[in-house]
Structure formats: structure tokens, C-alpha cells
């Protein structure tokens, strides 16, 4: 898994301590991405039982969300583990040490009329 493009620049650094959050496109690749579909997809077939489905009796899809998986999902675990996020993250804080509090995991499928909880 190629971790190249997984930089901030300097420039990005000073706009998210101006603004206190920042969009960073294109950070992962296409394989990367795959493996996070991949993981989303797995946690969806195997919900954890924190797991939240809500549904609109009156029309189609859901909102999922699930919470602290990334230890049960080999794909979440992989991105953790294998990726440089928390430097990332340490780069644009400005901390030397980064902890992962939780993941969470929010799917609402395309037409659902059921409303997005608050998270």
C-alpha cells in the first residue's frame, strides 16, 4: 500500500491552525480507498452490536452507524496500522503523540428519507 501522497503541507498546516479543520483531497489513493470501501462494506454484513439502523417506515433506504470497530475489521485495522494518518494528524496539531479515541462508521443510503441522527 503506497503511502506517497499521505503529506500535509506547510501551507495546509497554517490554514488548519487558522481555521481549525481543513479538507484534504486526494489523501488516499484508489487502493486505499478500495480497502476502506471494502472495510465499510464488511462492517455493514457484520454490524457490532453498538451498531444503530434506523429506517423510515415510509419510504426506502437507512442510516447506519456503527462505533469502534477498526480491532474487528481487518480492513479498518490495516488503514490504522499501515497508513501514516496519526502523523497527519500530529503534523497539522502540532502534537507529538496521537491517540485514536474511537472510528465511526456512518452509511446513509442513497433515497432514504430517514433522517440523519444527530452524531
Given at each position: 500500500?503506497?503511502?506517497?501522497?499521505?503529506?500535509?503541507?506547510?501551507?495546509q498546516?497554517?490554514?488548519?491552525?487558522?481555521?481549525?479543520?481543513?479538507?484534504?483531497?486526494?489523501?488516499?489513493?484508489?487502493e486505499?480507498?478500495?480497502?476502506?470501501?471494502?472495510?465499510?462494506e464488511r462492517n455493514?454484513a457484520?454490524?457490532?452490536?453498538?451498531?444503530?439502523?434506523?429506517?423510515?417506515r415510509?419510504?426506502?433506504?437507512?442510516?447506519?452507524?456503527?462505533?469502534?470497530?477498526?480491532?474487528?475489521?481487518?480492513?479498518?485495522?490495516?488503514?490504522?496500522?499501515?497508513?501514516?494518518?496519526?502523523?497527519?494528524?500530529?503534523?497539522?496539531?502540532?502534537?507529538s503523540e496521537?491517540?485514536?479515541?474511537?472510528?465511526?462508521?456512518l452509511?446513509?443510503?442513497?433515497?432514504t428519507?430517514?433522517?440523519?441522527?444527530?452524531h
Open positions: 500500500m503506497s503511502t506517497e501522497s499521505l503529506t500535509v503541507s506547510a501551507d498546516v497554517e490554514r488548519f491552525r487558522d481555521h481549525g479543520a481543513i479538507v484534504l483531497r486526494d489523501l488516499l489513493d484508489c486505499q480507498v478500495e480497502l476502506l470501501a471494502a472495510g465499510i455493514l457484520q454490524p457490532s452490536e453498538l451498531a444503530i439502523r434506523t429506517e423510515d415510509d419510504g426506502p433506504g437507512a442510516f447506519f452507524e456503527d462505533f469502534c470497530n477498526w480491532q474487528r475489521i481487518g480492513e479498518f485495522e490495516r488503514l490504522i496500522r499501515e497508513l501514516p494518518l496519526a502523523a497527519i494528524a500530529g503534523a497539522l496539531t502540532g502534537s496521537v491517540r485514536l479515541f474511537h472510528d465511526h462508521v452509511v446513509k443510503e442513497a433515497g428519507t430517514a433522517p440523519t441522527p444527530w
